[in-house]
């Protein structure tokens, strides 16, 4: 059974940038699809990014162009980039793959 662990939430300031990772084991991690949710104050976990096994990728309309998701298979991690962090960035995030949720990072994007 794959489990995914996140990390990398922090307190930034708007305009900021962060990267937040999460790192699977437990199967072959170079064909998982990885995917980022979030979940903001008072909202329901939403679809954030994912990336293939093959590299392929999809965003959410409301993170495109800010949001960057990549993937280092030796680490057996994918990142999400974050630039230009605004206040309703705000969440925490979460990692998934084959059904199997992490624990979440939390990000807070405040002055």
């Known amino acids: 059974q794959v489990q995914v662990v996140e990390s990398g939430g922090a307190l930034v300031q708007p305009g900021g940038s962060l990267r937040l990772s999460c790192t699977a084991s437990?199967?072959?991690?170079?064909?998982?699809?990885m995917d980022w949710y979030r979940q903001r104050p008072g909202s329901q976990r939403e679809f954030v990014a994912l990336?293939?096994?093959?590299?392929?990728?999809m965003y959410a309309d409301s993170v495109k162009g800010r949001f960057t998701i990549s993937r280092d298979n030796a680490k057996r991690t994918v990142y999400l980039s974050i630039n230009s962090l605004k206040p309703e960035d705000t969440a925490v995030y979460y990692c998934?793959?084959?059904?199997?949720w992490g624990q979440g990072t939390q990000v807070t994007v405040s002055s």
């Open positions: 990336i293939t096994g093959a590299n392929f990728t």
């Open positions: 998934k793959t084959q059904d199997q």
């Open positions: 437990g199967s072959i991690f170079s064909v998982l699809r």
